[in-house]
């Protein structure tokens, strides 16, 4: 029993030994988008420091915050997690771990609510909650673990559709006006 309450007292304190540490997040968005429209924000994750050649990550959590202009829609965990969400905006874990410094964690979705700068941030604290952060895991020790802060945010320009004209429009308008004066100048001619 004793063994059992070292072992739980010494991955305790790996966890809070590393709560430090901070990566961030990159959210690939679209540069602009029409008001009304709804549209998607991939986060993806850097490990930094990278995983050691036995460590995987096993789980993550973040909020989505500071919404501005935007409506949180909702979120699909990437295919290399489980969806695990609660009490957090977007959760995943892996059962068997991802062994990448590069990850996808999820796709974040949006409805673009008002013309001007837009955008949101996520944001995930082990120190918070246990649901947050990055989760990583020496594959031959399960008591050796380590989190990482996600931080990161995105923006967009929402566009107003009455003033952005299509081009199609405005070609198909201007052959028209010159086949009208075209015409115009036949008609006159003897």
């Known amino acids: 029993m004793n063994t059992i309450l070292s072992r739980i007292l010494v991955a305790g304190l790996a966890l809070l030994g590393s709560l430090s540490a901070q990566s961030a997040a990159i959210l690939t968005a679209p540069g602009s988008v029409l008001l009304g429209d709804a549209f998607d924000v991939t986060v ?4 930094m420091p990278p995983l050691e050649p036995t460590e995987v990550v096993v789980g993550f959590g973040f909020d989505v915050s500071g919404l501005s202009g935007l409506s949180f829609t909702g979120a699909t ?3 290399a997690f489980f969806d695990s969400t609660f009490g957090t905006s977007v959760a995943g874990t892996s059962l068997f771990g991802v062994a990448s410094n590069r990850l996808t ?3 974040l979705s949006f ?6 700068a837009a955008g949101a941030s996520v944001f995930g604290d082990p120190a918070a909650s246990l649901f947050n952060g990055l989760l990583i895991q ?3 020790d399960p008591f050796s673990t380590r989190t ?3 931080d990161g945010n995105f ?3 929402v566009l107003d559709p009455a003033v952005v004209p299509l081009p199609g429009t405005l070609i198909l308008l201007s052959v ?3 086949g009208l004066r075209r015409s115009a100048g036949q008609l006159r001619a003897p």
């Open 155 to 157: 923006s967009v320009q």
């Open 77 to 79: 965990v990437d295919s």
């Open 111 to 116: 409805i673009a609510d008002t013309v001007g």
């Open 105 to 107: 964690l999820a796709t």
């Open 148 to 150: 990482l802060t996600i």
């Open 44 to 47: 993806d994750f850097d490990v």
């Open 138 to 140: 020496d594959s031959l």
């Open 176 to 178: 028209g006006l010159a």
